[in-house]
């Protein structure tokens, strides 16, 4: 009786290290609901952070994040604010757009982004603006982020 005990414990085990990973995985409301639960977010260092505004324009918009200084237990000197460039239909050849990155009205810099290549440039008289970070392109979609210091 002991070991009879002993196999269907350890047989119940086993089935469920199969069947919990499964079913985690195959229902995504499911894995939602847990992840919201534990108050995990992805961190805005990796996402670009919240969106602060977007720009509707003929052919594509324009999706400004926040700046992001966030580091693990304080704010860091240097950080980044994104901008993603989305195709609605068709991106122009080069695409100008003014950004104020701390809505205190004037424009903080003015993005270049020649969309074929793609590449970018930076143009600012607010010596908080270092430049161009990063640049990446994911099906029609341009992201870019912009070097900034507090």
């Given at each position: ?13 086993l ?57 693990l237990?304080r ?40 969309t ?9 008289t ?25």
């Amino acid at each position: 009786m002991t070991q009879l005990k002993a196999v269907v414990g350890w047989s119940w085990a086993l089935l469920c290290i199969v069947l919990v990973p499964a079913v985690f995985m195959s229902d995504d409301k499911l894995a939602h609901v847990l992840v919201r639960a534990t108050g995990i977010h992805i961190s805005a260092r990796y996402s670009g952070g919240e969106i602060a505004q977007t720009l509707e324009k003929d052919a594509y918009k324009v999706i400004i994040h926040r700046p992001v200084f966030d580091g693990l237990f304080r704010k860091r000197s240097a950080g980044f604010i994104q901008a993603d460039f989305v195709q609605t239909t068709f991106f122009p050849p080069e695409i100008k757009q003014s950004v104020s990155y701390n809505e205190d009205g004037p424009h903080s810099f003015e993005i270049t982004l020649t969309t074929a290549t793609p590449y970018a440039e930076i143009l600012s008289t607010d010596p908080h603006v270092l430049g161009v970070d990063m640049l990446a392109t994911d099906g029609g979609k341009i992201m870019l982020r912009v070097k900034l210091k507090r």
